[in-house]
Each structure stands twice: as C-alpha cells, then as structure tokens.
C-alpha cells in the first residue's frame, strides 16, 4: 500500500482536480487477517485488516494493523470525487498522506482471474462457501466464495489483501470469503473473513492533516 502512495505518479501540493472530503463516517465494517507463511508452512508474518463501509453510500476504507498494532495504513476510496486517499499513521501521527485521482479501467483493460468449480464447501463466518481452484503464471491456490452475501468485494478479503491490484474480476460471481496463493518455492499466503456486517461507526478525519496529491491518475484496481 505505501509504495504506491508516492511512485505511481508526480507529487505536489493542491494538484488541480484532486478534491476530497475533511471527513467521511461508515457505520459497518468486515473484518479480515491474512497469515504469510514461508516454506514447510512456517508462520512468518500476520496482518489484520479492517475494511469500513457505509450502509446509505459507496465510500468505503481499508485499514491495515500491523501486529504489535501501534502503526497503521488506510486506504479510503471516495467514490463522489474519484479519488483514493491514501496514509500512514504512527500512534495518533499521519506519517504520510496522499490523495489523488483514480480513474475505472475499460473492458478491455480488465485482468480476469480464471477459477475452476470444484465439489467442496465448507462454511466460513457462518456462510456456505463453494471451493474454486486457479493457476496464474507460477502462482496457484484456491478461493472459497459464498452467493450468501449481497456486498462488493470492494468491501471483502479480495480487495483488502490487495488481489485486486493482480485481478480485478473473477470468471464466477459471489463473495470471496477465503483464498491462498502458493508459489512453487514453498511460500503460501492465507487470506481469510473473520466476521461480515458488523454494526462499528468509524470517521476519517483529515481536516489537520498534511496532504500531499498526485497528478496522475492511475487504474482503480491499483489502490
């Protein structure tokens, strides 16, 4: 998340266009944790992800904590001013804070990610989810998504762990609730749903912070 705050395009202060909000409230929140292990299933890394929507409205933000949970990133999207607001806080501190403009891939310009249905089902956070394999490039795994849940995967594990940015759609419809990536050096990445709609008021509140803002606009996918 925090290198694409500032290499996708050039930074300066008050870009012409680049608007946002001083403040944005949601009121639900899902919450995820993605596990990184390294060959021989060796735990290695572990960061837990909260994603806020809004039940009237499309804007919504991903918060990711790291394990001692003292620093954290967020990325909000604004979907009224085409914008993705992008920091990094240290305790109560914005260490970095970007804004800029995004703009929505053509049909054309879409990465679909090719599952293969499979039998299985199991349930996860109290949903039926239906098992699918992929293979891309070098990369393989599986996915588990349940047609039990009307939301975006903007607002599910398929976007917070940022799988959006390699695939921005799927071939099947649903709700990704669960999927894992291995590679053929061992490494395996868990992303999970621990819980979906919870009732959690949360507010952004730039009106001190520091922002800087890019030029450039960039593919919606990318943030």
Known sequence: MISTLFSAAQIQLKAPGVKWNETYTFDKCNVFKVEFFAKGNEL?????????YQSNGENFSIISINPKGKDRSETLIDKKHEVAIQT????DTYMMSNAGGYKMPTEAELKKLELVPTNETKQIAGYTCKKYTYTYKKIFGECWITN????????GIFRAAKMAALHNTL???????????????GGKTLMRTISLQNNENYTADFKKVEMTTAINKVNYFTF
């Open 171 to 185: 071939s099947v419809g649903g709700f990704v609730m669960e999927m894992t990536t291995e590679d053929a050096k």
């Open 148 to 155: 039990e849940v009307k939301i975006s995967n903007d607002y």
């Open 44 to 52: 290695r890394r572990t960061i837990d992800y909260k994603t806020f």
């Open 88 to 91: 990094y806080k240290s305790g």
